[in-house]
């Protein structure tokens, strides 16, 4: 499925711990690591260290080519620091261009990572009912199909009206964000792929999102870096943002393609 995983690094130590995950994502794809420093400055891509291909250039425009525009193509790795910045993108400022730019799977290690990593057997994929959002879901099937994983389909909804009252007031989004559930679940159903969904209630998505992991033993999380609640800003938006931030399983993020 993917001839190489490519990992971005500068040399910090917050790059290079997602290493670990490229490692384990290139064992599960039967393919290499190739660890890749771009660097601004002339001199200091000279300056090449051991197992790292350093080389001169721009650091996200370089990363996006070798990770979509080159053949073979590879699946591109990156760390966040995960932390709110004045003046740049929160992802740092080459994550967040890589973010803005790259129409291909991008796998982010964000800084709350639970150690040790654990073989990978579910994927948890998050919805909103848009059909940008829906876009993850082909990668994701075609994952679940090389890696024979599980796929949990969730989306967060708004907690609703008083519970002790009759009434509750559902607005269409949310009712489009459950028959795209199912619709979902039973494309992967007749894919083969093993699935299952649900709608949970929380005042916070990417909370629901990231708790809903840990409850579920996902192993990634994945969803579009576009979608109806939120997702479109910036990078990827508040939701995956904080997704990223929070997560203790690396995040599988798609930017669709009709984003250009």
């Not at 949970?200 to 994945?222: C, K, P, R, Y």
């Not at 579009?224 to 599988?252: K, N, Q």
Request: hydrophobic content about 45%; proline content about 6%; some cysteine.
């Amino acid at each position: 499925m993917f001839t190489r995983v490519i990992v971005g690094t500068d040399g910090s130590e917050r790059a290079l711990q997602a290493v670990p995950i490229a490692t384990h994502a290139a064992e599960r794809f039967g393919c290499p690591v190739e660890l890749v420093h771009i660097a601004a400055d002339e001199d200091t891509a000279d300056q090449d260290a051991t197992g790292v291909r350093v080389q001169a250039g721009d650091p996200a425009g370089g990363l996006v080519h070798l990770a979509s525009e080159t053949d073979p193509a590879g699946l591109l790795c990156l760390s966040s620091r995960g932390r709110r910045a004045l003046g740049e993108a929160v992802f740092g400022s080459v994550t967040s261009r890589v973010l803005r730019t790259l129409h291909a799977p991008l796998l982010v290690v964000g800084p709350s990572l639970r150690p040790p990593l654990r073989p990978w057997r579910r994927v948890l994929v998050c919805l909103d009912g848009s059909a940008k959002a829906a876009t993850i879901v082909p990668p994701v099937t075609a994952w679940a199909h090389h890696l024979d994983l599980e796929v949990e389909l969730v989306h967060v909804s708004y907690p609703l009206g008083d519970p002790r009252s009759d009434y509750l007031q559902v607005p269409d989004e949310e009712r489009s964000a459950v028959e795209q559930l199912r619709a979902a679940a039973t494309q992967l159903e007749a894919a083969g792929v093993s699935v299952r969904w649900s709608v949970i209630e929380h005042t916070l998505a990417a909370e629901g999102i990231t708790q809903n992991a840990d409850h579920s033993l996902s192993d990634v999380i994945a969803l579009a870096t576009h979608g109806r609640t939120g997702l479109a800003r910036l990078i990827a938006g508040s939701v995956a943002l904080d997704v990223v931030r929070h997560a203790t399983v690396p995040v599988l993020t798609l930017r669709p393609e009709h984003l250009r």
